[in-house]
């Protein structure tokens, strides 16, 4: 099996579980609120907690691959993953809930974001944004898979139930490792002195952090989207947690169809053109949500919504990543494009936590803003093309 192969097989399998974690656990989400007595607002917090641990690996990661190796520090990751799952399981307070996603996101977010990092050290280009659009694959089958499962699993056993299915996703993760570990201690001689190099220097520069506000602005709208969205339907459609797992299916294949469409599209079309179909996509979607939100249109149209956004971002993520580390290319890049992207989404998302309790359409409002500035920040990277 050729190198790149693994890379992306290990990419694939990590992606899958850091965004399980997130999927698995949303249709779950009322019932651990109910057993731990959390609020609607403080379950909508352990995803942020979730996504607060995966933001912050990017501290440690770089100067730990360089002491300890690739193949290592993954392994680290995926135990760490696996042993917060567990502690999930055993929660019995929102304290240790909370304690438990932290870590199972510190564990899930390292070890995603060294393995897309890995894609970029193999490709770049339009070859890169090809094999991201191939990565959404994976993140597809977590979405469609992870929303069902976990609304089954809670339909049938207790919540508890999800975090033991997370546990062995990281084992199996840890699994694909093994025989990658060839290929990634070549990654790290090879990559040692370039790494070194190469530093931070692309903070600096217009060319890096402005597909890096864009892909976080729409990452944002697809979290806090992701993060209400078992409310939402729940006031709009009075669905419960397994109709809202199915409803996983069908978002699924609205990202699998706009991962398809960015493959297939970038053979014809540049990766600026690409992300301004995107965000306009992204856009229209926001306008609906609000107008339903509202009482203008009728509430079936929050399903339309969904499905734009679940496209948009599937659009949207591997062409601005691969404007983002073009010039930049290397791991260190790659993971503080992730890093800074999941900020940017993390800040809004807790925004959306404070304007939960005042009605979705104070959410669908903060998800206007938020669109509005990837809008303005595509067409001035279209122009400047930096």
Not at 166 to 186: I, K, T
Not at 211 to 231: A, H, N, S, T
Not at 358 to 372: C, E, R, W
């Amino acid at each position: 099996m050729q190198p790149s192969t693994r890379m992306l097989m290990l990419a694939c399998s990590t992606t899958m579980m850091a965004q399980s974690g997130v999927t698995l656990y949303l249709p779950a989400m009322p019932y651990i609120a109910t057993a731990l007595s959390m609020s609607e607002a403080e379950g909508y917090n352990s995803l942020l907690m979730y996504l607060g641990g995966a933001v912050a690996p990017i501290i440690l990661a770089a100067p730990i691959i360089r002491m300890f190796g690739r193949s290592a520090v993954l392994l680290g990751f995926c135990g760490l993953f696996f042993s917060a799952s567990l502690l999930s399981a055993w929660a019995c307070d929102d304290t240790s809930f909370y304690l438990s996603r932290l870590l199972q996101g510190f564990g899930a977010g390292g070890a995603a974001l060294i393995a897309r990092a890995l894609l970029s050290e193999t490709f770049s280009g339009a070859r890169l944004a090809r094999s991201l659009s191939l990565l959404s694959y994976a993140f597809v089958f977590a979405l469609m898979v992870g929303q069902v499962a976990g609304g089954s699993l809670v339909a049938f056993f207790r919540w508890e139930a999800v975090a033991v299915v997370m546990a062995f996703g990281a084992f199996v993760s840890a699994a694909l490792v093994l025989p990658a570990r060839q290929a990634l201690s070549e990654l790290d001689t090879d990559s040692r002195r370039r790494v070194r190099g190469s530093g931070y220097a692309c903070l600096s520069q217009p060319s890096f952090y402005m597909p890096v506000l864009v892909g976080g602005c729409g990452y944002g709208v697809f979290v806090v989207y992701q993060g209400v969205g078992v409310y939402v339907f729940d006031r709009l459609l009075g669905w419960g947690s397994t109709q809202y797992g199915m409803l996983g299916v069908w978002l699924g294949l609205a990202y699998f169809l706009g991962a398809l469409t960015a493959r297939h599209a970038l053979k014809s079309m540049s990766v600026h053109a690409l992300s301004m179909v995107g965000v306009s996509v992204l856009a229209v979607a926001i306008v609906l949500f609000l107008l339903t939100t509202l009482k203008y249109m009728d509430r079936h149209s929050a399903i339309a919504a969904y499905f734009a956004v679940w496209y948009a971002q599937a659009l949207m993520y591997p062409c601005v990543a691969s404007m983002a580390v073009k010039k930049y290319p290397g791991i260190e890049s790659m993971m503080l494009f992730s890093f800074l992207q999941q900020l940017v989404a993390l800040l809004f998302g807790a925004l959306a936590s404070l304007a939960i309790p005042f009605g979705m359409h104070i959410v669908a409002l903060l998800a206007l803003g938020l669109g509005s500035l990837g809008v303005v920040m595509m067409i001035l990277l279209s122009i400047k093309r930096i």
